[in-house]
């Protein structure tokens, strides 16, 4: 192609989500077929699940760490007082 010098961007991510959902968006562009396109919604939903689910995990542990869960105290908590 005659070009010695290519323009790209290189990123770092913590979390595999992250790059999956950057890689698929940078791509949005890109001609692709339905397959393609079946396989980058799927491959979405399952980040968002996988995001959901995190999320659920981490509150909950959260909220056995103060004591709480689903924002009322724990039933030991309540008969102990």
Same mark, same amino acid.
């Given at each position: 192609? =005659? %070009?010695?010098k290519i323009r790209c961007e290189v990123r770092a991510f913590d979390d595999e989500l992250d790059e999956w959902e950057t890689l698929i968006e940078c791509n949005k562009q890109r001609e692709k077929t339905r397959i393609q396109k079946a396989n980058e919604i799927n491959k979405l939903a399952k980040i $968002? %699940?996988? +995001? %959901?689910l995190r999320k659920q995990l981490s509150e909950a542990s959260l909220g056995a760490e103060f004591g709480v869960m689903g924002g +009322?105290? +724990? $039933?030991e908590d309540e008969? =102990? $007082?």
């Open positions: 192609m =005659g %070009a010695d $968002k %699940a996988e +995001r %959901a +009322r105290p +724990r $039933k008969q =102990g $007082k």
